[in-house]
């Protein structure tokens, strides 16, 4: 029988958050390593994702209020890396021709997500 946690795997955890907090101190030191050409070429490009796939639901056409009412499709919101997930409901249009535009995540020309509200048209 092996033993549930392996002697290495124990406490690489806190193997790593040791190691973690002394280099987070060493760059912390003193303002001379500020200035340091070493650390001038160190970038860090950090690339948010949009949101994840829409959530596949189940339209329960038995539980439509009326006949007038359609299917507003439920979408992620909130702000980029910190999505919540909004369901979808029946609901009627304001006016006999007007459609349902969804909301949508767009890139900017500099790689952010901004989140275009969803609206009734004519």
């Known amino acids: 029988m092996l033993p549930t946690n ?22 912390l030191s003193g303002p001379s390593l500020a200035a340091s050409p070493i650390l001038a070429d160190i970038s860090i490009n950090l690339q948010i994702a949009g949101p994840p796939p829409p959530r596949r639901e189940v339209i329960i056409e ?4 009326g006949p007038d009412f359609i299917w507003v499709g439920g979408y992620w919101d909130g702000v980029p890396g910190q999505y919540s997930w909004v369901g979808g409901h029946w609901d009627r249009p304001p006016h006999r021709h007007s459609h349902w535009a969804p909301p949508r995540w767009e890139k900017d020309h500099d790689g952010r997500f901004h989140q275009v509200k ?3 048209r004519d």
């Not at 392996?6 to 760059?27: K, N, Q, S, T, V």
């Not at 038995?62 to 209020?65: I, S, V």
């Open 6 to 27: 392996p002697p290495r795997a124990r406490f690489a955890a806190a193997r790593l958050a040791g190691g973690m907090g002394l280099i987070a101190a060493a760059g």
């Open 62 to 65: 038995a539980n439509r209020p």
């Open 118 to 120: 969803g609206e009734w």
